[in-house]
């Protein structure tokens, strides 16, 4: 069968700092090509399709099948996709995680869906489209959702070495980047899941069971991309990589062994940060750790159920910066049992602790987590308008009580950036790091571009 798998296209047609692979959607068309079936990937956020583009694309490709993949802050985009295939796909199948979420609903938010897919996608998928491809019947197939039948999600994919390479060949590979990172880039999964709780975490939603694949696996991997298509820069896009010990240090000893010229990336978690661990880190070119830091303030940690300490947080990001790796910080403003005056302190704790960079957002309840759940039992939920320069939503969903409301969400958001990126201390550092011209042209217009979206607020 031709089947067609789609990333939608972005909600501006601009030029972004960060765009990586679609990989969900690759596993799968590796899985299906595996079959014997006829697979294409338009990866319309990567090209920055229009939408006419897009129909036109999906025109000429004349599938049997379009499957498209949506996250819940752009599901208006992966729905205007939905429109656009219902001209010419004879079935529409939908997957990612506001599918998940959402389940049946999916049907009444996009009537022109014919199925749906929860969970890991692979064993669904190749079932359903067998199934369509044979007139057998569906009713079955774990993970299945129709307007007539739910299913219960697939059982998780325990050996993920048994999963062929994603299909990269069918991706726009010059077309993605990410954020400070040099030459050609791409991401990795080498596990899935994540053994702890947060209850703003989508992951949750069907339990967060981690699993990982060999390190020899992964190494062959790395291999493949740096050897066929000259990546220099790998984003490990784990939920959390660092949570054995001792697969870390073999996939760094595997990396140093095969003498793999790369600079990588990766996410970390405060208390399973040890000084050995980054030292092999370092060594085998870990440039950037990303740790979920959200609050400075332990009432705050203990609400998110984050299972961590401040002072574990100083900690990690003391040992990462001794150990010549840059660690970011993840934040989130908005914690409904924190005051205003309580996160301008989460702000100046991010200067404190040195973090080379910070990401600061509105905390979100997705559908499906127990922070949405807790939040519409309080009547907290609403939709604001978004006014982050890193995140392109019109609308997102916010907590509004007695400590919150849309003013001050988003006057704590445009502090934050003001008081970190446009501090003297930050802009020193950055400063000291420049080793070209061009690596100045390319800071200058990163900071132009948050002075301007601060000046224009």
């Not at 529409?92 to 890991?120: C, L, T, W, Y």
């Not at 079932?127 to 369509?132: C, K, N």
């Not at 739910?150 to 954020?179: F, M, T, V």
């Not at 996160?343 to 960079?357: L, P, Q, V, W």
Request: aromatic residues 10%; charged residues 30%; proline residues 5%.
């Amino acid at each position: 069968m031709k089947i067609l798998l789609i990333q939608p296209p972005p909600r501006n047609i601009q030029k972004e700092d960060i765009i990586v692979p679609p990989l969900g959607i690759a596993y799968l068309a590796a899985v299906l090509e595996k079959k014997g079936h006829n697979v294409g990937i338009i990866d319309g956020f990567a090209e920055g399709l229009d939408y006419q583009t897009l129909e036109n694309r999906i025109k000429d490709f004349v599938p049997d099948i379009v499957g498209i993949t949506g996250m819940t802050p752009v599901i208006d985009n992966a729905f205007r996709t939905v429109k656009a295939a219902r001209k010419y796909a004879k079935h529409i199948i939908m997957g990612g995680p506001h599918a998940s979420m959402v389940r049946k609903n999916i049907f009444e938010q996009a009537p022109e869906i014919d199925f749906s897919i929860q969970g890991e996608g692979e064993t669904s998928i190749s079932m359903l489209v067998d199934a369509i491809d044979k007139g057998s019947n569906i009713s079955s197939i774990p993970g299945l959702i129709t307007r007539d039948f739910e299913n219960p999600p697939a059982c998780y994919i325990e050996n993920l070495d048994s999963l062929p390479l994603p299909a990269r060949h069918l991706l726009p590979n010059d077309k993605y980047r990410y954020i400070l990172s040099k030459g050609k880039v791409t991401t990795i999964f080498s596990s899935r899941g994540c053994p702890y709780h947060c209850i703003f975490c989508d992951k949750t939603v069907f339990g967060s069971k981690w699993r990982a694949r060999s390190s020899e696996n992964v190494l062959e991997e790395i291999e493949l991309v740096v050897r066929d298509l000259g990546v220099k820069s790998i984003v490990f896009y784990d939920d959390l990589f660092t949570v054995k010990k001792d697969r870390v240090v073999e996939i760094c000893k595997g990396i140093l062994d095969r003498d793999l010229d790369i600079e990588w990336k990766a996410e970390g978690r405060v208390n399973i940060v040890d000084e050995e661990t980054l030292k092999w880190m370092k060594k085998a070119g870990c440039s950037m750790i990303a740790y979920g830091v959200e609050s400075g303030n332990q009432k705050g940690l203990d609400y998110l159920n984050k299972g961590t300490k401040v002072e574990q947080i100083r900690n990690a990001f003391e040992l990462t910066q001794k150990a010549g790796i840059k660690p970011m910080g993840y934040f989130v403003l908005g914690i409904p049992v924190e005051t205003y005056e309580e996160e301008i302190g989460t702000i100046e704790f991010a200067k404190e602790i040195k973090a080379a960079y910070a990401q600061f957002s509105v905390l979100s309840p997705t559908p499906g987590t127990k922070l949405y759940d807790d939040v519409i039992k309080m009547g907290w939920y609403r939709e604001i308008d978004a006014q982050n320069p890193m995140d392109k939503d019109l609308k997102r969903p916010a907590i509004i009580n007695e400590n919150w409301d849309e003013i001050k969400l988003n006057k704590i958001l445009r502090e934050a950036h003001r008081k970190f990126y446009l501090s003297p201390w930050y802009i020193m550092q950055r400063l000291k790091e420049i080793r070209s011209l061009k690596e100045f042209a390319d800071k200058a217009s990163a900071g132009l571009k948050l002075l301007k979206w601060y000046m224009g607020r």
